[in-house]
Antibody
């Protein structure tokens, strides 16, 4: 199992960025996926979750990002995305792509993380 | 939102000692859907325990979880050098999914 995040960068407040997560080693089309972030020196915060399309493709977001962030997936490319708009300094964090191996929403598998820095 | 409070913030112990970490929820965790993770510097977290007491694949049996309702505990029976890290609890019984703030287990 491997998940590799890419797209992390330095962006100004109010800007946009898209993270990608390339997955391998499991059946991505059936996978429930989440994004989790960790601010520098801080704890962990769930960002949002997307079910597999077979399970309805339902997406849920944490309150701090709802309306600004969008999770999507391309099952033909085994890739999960996180589109981040109207970025704030408090969005600065390492963003981890995670796979829920079962329908239970603990985080079985994690990518290595991608760093997003929001600063002027 | 279920708030998870972990204690202590830091635990200073020596190899071979027993570590007991606490996670208290602001309300009952549905179906005891509580997990524990270990995180080392510069690494992603690693799942240790799910369902309050079920060890994840490959996790040594010196790690054990117990508890129900609002009070949960992670115990490391005999600390080994690789166990010094930060530990987080997480509830997945209700949305939003939430984490505790972490307990750091450090060398005494």
């Amino acid at each position: 199992v491997q998940m590799v995040e890419s797209g992390g960068a330095l962006v100004e407040p109010g800007g946009s960025l898209r993270l990608s997560c390339a997955a391998s080693g499991f059946t991505f089309v059936d996978a429930w996926m989440s994004w989790v972030r960790q601010s520098p020196g801080k704890g962990l915060e769930w960002v949002g979750r997307m079910k597999s399309k077979r399970s309805g493709g339902t997406i849920e977001y944490a309150a701090p990002v709802k309306g600004r962030f969008t999770i999507s997936r391309d099952d033909s490319k085994n890739t999960l995305y996180l589109q981040m708009n109207s970025l704030k300094t408090e969005d600065t964090a390492i963003y981890y792509c995670t796979w829920h191996e079962t329908v239970n929403l603990y985080f079985d598998h994690w990518g290595q993380g991608g760093l997003v820095t929001v600063s002027a | 939102e279920i708030v998870l409070t972990q204690s202590p913030g830091t635990l200073s112990l020596s190899p071979g000692e027993r570590a007991t970490l606490s996670c208290r929820a602001s309300q009952s965790v549905t179906s005891n859907n509580l997990a524990w993770y270990q995180q080392k510097p510069g690494q992603a977290p690693r799942l240790l325990i799910n369902g309050a007491f079920t060890r994840a694949r490959g996790i040594p049996d010196r790690f054990s979880g117990r508890g129900s309702g609002t009070d949960f505990t992670l115990t490391i029976s005999r600390l080994e050098s690789e166990d010094f890290a930060v530990y987080y609890c997480q509830q997945y019984g209700d949305s939003p999914l939430t984490f505790g703030q972490g307990t750091k287990v450090e060398f005494k």
